[in-house]
Nanobody
Framework: QVQLVESGGGLVQPGGSLRLSCAASGSIFSIKTMGWYRQAPGKQRELVAYITNGGSTNYADSVKGRFTISRGNAKNTVYLQMNSLKPEDTAVYYC??????????WGQGTQVTVSS
């Protein structure tokens, strides 16, 4: 079984920064991508960013230039550096891992609140 554990969420003022971390553990084979989704109250879950096993990245238009996704040296960790945060970035952020099978795994989510 694969488990994803997120950390780093919290309350930040507009314009501030946060760094989310996600560590995957368990029987992990052939990771295709790792990434982040978010879900704001009353809205559908949306893709924020993902990174492929080869290091290619993709971002939602709403976060381009402000967020940066990266992988740890162990390759089973993923980070999301969030700068210039806006109130509309407030959401629960979920880490996801997709294998080449394909099969996808999700974390429990971490709350990010941007408010003055």
């Amino acid at each position: 079984q694969v488990q994803l554990v997120e950390s780093g969420g919290g309350l930040v003022q507009p314009g501030g920064s946060l760094r989310l971390s996600c560590a995957a553990s368990g029987s992990i084979f052939s990771i295709k991508t790792m990434g982040w989704y978010r879900q704001a109250p009353g809205k559908q879950r949306e893709l924020v960013a993902y990174i492929t096993n080869g290091g290619s990245t993709n971002y939602a238009d709403s976060v381009k230039g402000r967020f940066t996704i990266s992988r740890g040296n162990a390759k089973n960790t993923v980070y999301l550096q969030m700068n210039s945060l806006k109130p509309e970035d407030t959401a629960v952020y979920y880490c996801t891992l997709v294998t080449t099978t394909p099969k996808d795994y999700w974390g429990q989510g971490t709350q990010v609140t941007v408010s003055s």
